[in-house]
């Protein structure tokens, strides 16, 4: 058999249909002794066929490709204290890890209705919950932005538990096709839902420099916030072509040059850092979701309900925290909680992105 018979016949083979009518797909080729580019972990992208590969991926505190790992989820139940017949809501859907949790604390009885509004992580997570069992009958998913909760409410009844995690999903971060984060090439988007809205590329490439400066003060606190929205000006002047994720961080590189060797390389990654997050709660207006949320929270409680949030950043704890404190005085909880509840260090070591995490939470007067 000559070279080009074998190439035709792997050609064949490689678009022949499997017993599912479905087209076979070779799995991406990748360098050296483990896959390094997102969509090369094909083991890490199929949790339900590799369970092996994915323990060993968070046993070293990482989180697999494609997945989230959930946090805060015994603190959560602790407080909850779930019921079979309870109503709850979970207003962030994400992975599904928590509403999963909290759909077997019910038990088959009771009801469940969960929010996105990124359709394709949500449409993935629909059908993983599907396949475990928890049809339409035990849990209502709804493309839906927290801040209408009322709307919700008004179609799904009043809820006795509420839990919004407020952080970024891993599926998005990890993604870069998604642009949320500067370690992977890929277009600067940040939005959590790319079929809507700006992406921050183009809102870099429109927004004057005054505004930059503002925007990465009171969104991430950033310290060099002045340095930065300079260069990213002159960038602008230079080109008006998109921005992507690793030119954001070259620009952020430049403009932190000043600062000693021995301190730079830390303070370019969190100036990455606080400048992504400020871009990304810009693009997708997480504030003013945030208040409208919180304001609307006590109407969608049923009497005695419950409601717990994680945060991951000042601004956002900020937000809640005067919330629950305004929502108490006025009498609408009984009782809010005092102090913030943080992961074990336990959790911590298993997964590093809950270090930042914050729990605080809320109980409907009755």
């Known amino acids: 058999m000559n070279g080009q018979e074998s190439e035709n016949i792997r050609n064949q083979k490689s678009h022949e249909q499997d017993a599912s009518g479905q087209k076979h797909q070779r799995r991406k080729r990748y360098s050296g002794a483990y896959p390094r580019r997102f969509e090369e972990k094909y083991k890490e992208l199929q949790p339900e066929k ?10 070293k505190g990482n989180t697999p490709a494609g997945m989230h790992l959930s946090i805060c989820v015994e603190e959560i139940l602790t407080f909850f204290q779930i019921q079979p017949g309870q109503r709850g809501l979970d207003a962030t859907l994400g992975y599904g890890g928590h509403t999963q949790r909290m759909l077997e604390c019910l038990k088959g009885s009771g009801h469940l209705t969960a929010l996105d509004v990124d359709p394709i992580e949500s449409a993935k997570t629909r059908e993983r919950l599907a396949g475990l069992g928890y049809g339409p009958d035990l849990l209502t998913i709804k493309l839906e932005n927290f801040a209408n909760i009322d709307r919700v409410a008004q179609e799904m009844g009043m809820f006795d538990f509420v839990l919004a995690d407020l952080g970024v999903s891993s599926m998005q971060i990890d993604n870069p096709a998604r642009g949320f984060t ?11 839902n ?27 606190d950033e310290p060099y916030a002045e340095q930065i929205a300079e260069k990213i000006a002159a960038r602008n002047r230079r080109s008006k072509a998109p921005w992507t994720t690793t030119e954001l961080h070259r620009v952020i590189q430049e403009a932190l040059s000043f600062l000693p060797q021995a301190e730079r390389q830390k303070a370019v990654q969190k100036s990455s850092q606080r400048t992504f997050q400020a871009l990304r709660i810009d693009v997708n207006h997480e504030f003013e979701v945030l208040y409208q949320f919180l304001e609307k929270l006590p109407d969608v409680l049923a009497p005695g309900g419950k409601v717990a949030i994680l945060t991951f950043h000042s601004g956002e704890d900020r ?41 605080r939470w809320a109980i409907r007067t009755l």
């Open 194 to 220: 790319p079929l809507e809205g700006i992406s921050a590329s183009d809102r870099l490439l429109s927004i004057r420099r005054e505004e930059l400066i503002g925007m990465l003060l009171e969104n991430s």
């Open 319 to 359: 937000l809640v925290k005067q919330s629950f404190k305004d929502h108490f005085r006025a009498g609408l909880y009984k009782d809010i909680a005092r102090e913030v509840i943080r992961p074990s260090a336990q959790e911590c070591v298993r997964n590093s992105r809950a270090h930042s995490t914050k729990m």
């Open 182 to 192: 500067y370690k992977a090439e890929g277009p600067l988007d940040l939005r959590m």
């Open 50 to 59: 590799y369970g092996d590969t994915i323990e060993k991926v968070i046993r």
